[in-house]
């Protein structure tokens, strides 16, 4: 699983980038108008931290669950 590394974002480009993508004063005179605004700041957001974020391989292992028996012995032990 591939994901982004926040930890080392580049928060400068971040800004510079995301300044670029965002009108300045987005017409907002219905309903409609405003989703389309919203819809487009979700993108424009998701852009960014692609072009300002190196990715991780994050290993899948990591990601599963503990196992019951293992979450049994961690109570037990901060319980002792």
């Given at each position: 699983m591939i994901r982004p590394d926040f930890r080392h974002?580049?928060?400068?480009n971040f800004?510079?980038?995301l300044e670029d993508e965002i009108p300045i004063k987005p017409d907002l005179h219905n309903g409609v108008a405003i989703d389309m605004c919203?819809?487009?700041l979700f993108s424009a957001v998701m852009k960014t931290v692609a072009a300002s974020t190196p990715k991780?391989?994050?290993c899948p292992d990591l990601l599963s669950p503990t196992p019951a028996s293992i979450?049994?012995?961690i109570c037990l032990k901060d319980w002792l």
């Open positions: 974002t580049d928060w400068a800004h510079a980038c919203v819809e487009n991780i391989l994050q979450q049994d012995e």
